[in-house]
């Protein structure tokens, strides 16, 4: 399953930056990967409660100056390991997370 980027409640939470830069779902991780250079770096970007056991650090640490794919995991259920190994040795890959706060 997969959210719809163009769901009203999605594009309000994104403060519009769909219009920014280039939004691609329903196409296969291969077939996005082979459509961008391979100087492209990866970044998995998962929430705080998903972080995943390589070296992740928060969002503000990465720089995005440099080009990348960025690929957003589910809230509740994060990146499937399947999808993070399936990256070729060739590509550089980030791993970041976006904190979350916890409430009581």
């Known amino acids: 399953l997969s959210a719809d980027v163009w769901l009203p409640a999605t594009l309000r939470a994104s403060a519009g930056s769909h219009f920014l830069i ?3 779902q329903k196409i296969g991780f291969t077939e996005l ?3 961008v250079p391979d100087n ?3 970044c998995f970007v998962e929430s ?4 995943t056991k390589t070296a992740a650090v928060p969002y503000h640490e990465v720089d995005f ?3 990348m794919i960025m690929v957003f995991g589910r809230e509740s259920q994060g990146l499937s390991s399947s999808l993070k190994k399936s990256v070729p040795d060739n590509r550089k890959t980030l791993h ?3 904190p979350t706060i916890k409430t009581t």
Request: glycine share 6%.
């Open 22 to 24: 280039p939004v691609h």
């Open 33 to 35: 990967l082979d459509s």
């Open 40 to 42: 492209w770096s990866i």
């Open 48 to 51: 705080g409660s998903h972080k």
């Open 65 to 67: 100056s440099e080009p």
């Open 96 to 98: 970041t997370f976006i």
